[in-house]
Nanobody
Framework: VQLQASGGGSVQAGGSLRLSCAFS????????LGWFRQAPGKKREFVAT????????TYRDSVKGRFTISRDNAKNTLYLQMNNLGPEDTAVYYC?????????????????WGKGTQVTVSS
């Protein structure tokens, strides 16, 4: 399985970005998926996760109401729509996949990782 995140960039506070993650090498709809992020000097942290069918989602509290995770099983692509961004959202964002139907909110719960995409939010 291979994952490739894209869509990062630099925005001002209050702006929006949409991250994408292209999935290949496996049966996309058989995996739960997630987004994690790592800010400079900090540990990687969970952002959002979505079930294999897209019917269930979970978010970290600080992004609830601002971020939306979604997936297109026909396009083998995961998305993260990020609105009302703030400097605290600055980080490298990673997409990850977990075999099976249950979601995970921890690093060790994910089986495959993509390379990250940088998001920088200026105040």
């Amino acid at each position: 399985v291979q994952l490739q995140a894209s869509g990062g960039g630099s925005v001002q506070a209050g702006g929006s970005l949409r991250l994408s993650c292209a999935f290949s090498g496996g049966a996309f709809s058989s995996y739960a998926l997630g987004w994690f992020r790592q800010a400079p000097g900090k540990k990687r942290e969970f952002v959002a996760t979505i079930s294999w069918g897209g019917g269930s989602t979970t978010y970290r509290d600080s992004v609830k109401g601002r971020f939306t995770i979604s997936r297109d099983n026909a396009k083998n692509t995961l998305y993260l729509q990020m609105n009302n961004l703030g400097p605290e959202d600055t980080a490298v964002y990673y997409c990850a996949a977990r075999r099976g139907t249950t979601m995970a909110t921890t690093d060790y719960g994910m089986d495959y990782w993509g390379k990250g995409t940088q998001v920088t939010v200026s105040s």
